[in-house]
């Protein structure tokens, strides 16, 4: 399969902090990249997305950076809070194509300390 | 619409045994996707439909899998016979190509114990 690689494996962060999880492509036809968030017990969900015509989209505390000549984006989560404790998925599609596929990361277990 | 539904939540089997996962996509949907989640490989995606036909199966692991899609509203992941290995989280989601962007609904999962 068409690979994205998510680092780290897993992150501890203090409550107030700025939790940052990077990823990285290989196909150029990618140019859909979404971040999903996952709680335990819970299939994951769509927390923010960007596309590659734009370097930044911001929502609220989450921020994606994303560079295109690199092949990689990144997700910040600004004043962590222990709600945010989660597996965030970085994932890369082609919506151009004529396929709704989804390439996810490996995961990033998030650990917000109070 | 109470999202994509996937039954049972829970499975504990014997080594050998049949296993058979259930999924109902959001109505609508033309798209569902069967992913695995384990610690070591994360979101593995394993087959996907489209229009209720089966476009790409290269992530099935080996022929004792299959996947089916009868209708539009049901889809099964099959096992057979089930190996300790394949203990893991399975997971389906639909989406609808008619949207803006790829957004993929999961239902809740279905954690899979073969003992």
């Known amino acids: 399969q068409q690979q994205v690689k998510q680092s780290p494996q897993s992150l501890i962060v203090q409550k107030g902090g700025i939790s940052i999880i990077n990823c990285a492509y290989e196909?150029?036809?990618?140019?859909?990249f979404p971040w999903y968030q996952q709680f335990p017990g819970k299939g994951p969900a769509l927390l923010i997305a960007?596309?590659?015509?734009?370097s930044e989209k911001k929502e609220g505390r989450f921020t994606i950076s994303f560079n295109k000549s690199a092949k990689q984006f990144s997700l910040h989560i600004m004043d962590s809070q222990p709600g945010d404790s989660a597996t965030y998925f970085c994932?890369?599609?082609?919506?151009?194509?004529?396929?709704?596929?989804?390439?996810f990361g490996t995961g990033t277990l998030l650990a917000v300390q109070p | 619409d109470a999202g994509v539904i996937q039954s049972p939540r829970h499975e504990v089997t014997e080594m050998g045994q049949e296993v058979t996962l259930r999924c109902k996509p959001i109505s609508g949907h033309d798209y569902l996707f069967w992913y695995r989640q384990t610690m070591m490989r994360g979101l593995e995606l394993l087959i996907y439909f489209n229009n209720n036909v089966p476009i790409d199966d290269s992530g099935m692991p080996e022929d004792r899998f299959s996947a089916k899609m009868p209708n539009a509203s049901f889809s099964t992941l099959k096992i057979q016979p089930s190996e300790p290995r394949d203990s893991a989280v399975y997971f389906c989601a639909s989406s609808f190509s008619g949207a803006p962007n790829t957004e993929a609904f999961f239902g809740q999962g279905t954690r899979l114990t073969v003992v």
């Open positions: 960007i596309r590659p015509d734009v």
């Open positions: 196909n150029t036809a990618f140019d859909y």
């Open positions: 994932a890369a599609s082609n919506d151009g194509g004529a396929t709704n596929k989804l390439i």
